[in-house]
C-alpha cells in the first residue's frame, strides 16, 4: 500500500501515521523537503512525522 500526505498549511503539522497490517511500517519514498533521498526512512503506525509547510511525502507500507 502506498500512502501520500500532502501539507498545503503555511504551518508544519505532525501527521501520524496509520495502522497497517500486523508487523509493518511505513518508509519514505519521496518527501519534498529533501532531495538526496539517501538513505530509507522507516516509522512505525502511530508515530507522528513532522511535515513542513507546502510539503508532499510518499510512504510505502512495509511488511515485517
Not at 505532525?14 to 497497517?20: A, M, S
Not at 538526496?36 to 515485517?64: I, W
Request: aromatic share 12%.
Amino acid at each position: 500500500s502506498f500512502l501520500f500526505c500532502l501539507n498545503p498549511h503555511q504551518e508544519h503539522i505532525q501527521f501520524y501515521l496509520p495502522p497497517c497490517s500486523t508487523s509493518c511500517s511505513w518508509q519514505i519514498l519521496i518527501d519534498s523537503r529533501d532531495d538526496s533521498n539517501s538513505e530509507p526512512r522507516t516509522f512505525k503506525a502511530g508515530e507522528p512525522y513532522d511535515m513542513l509547510e507546502h510539503s508532499a511525502v510518499l510512504f510505502c507500507e512495509l511488511q515485517s
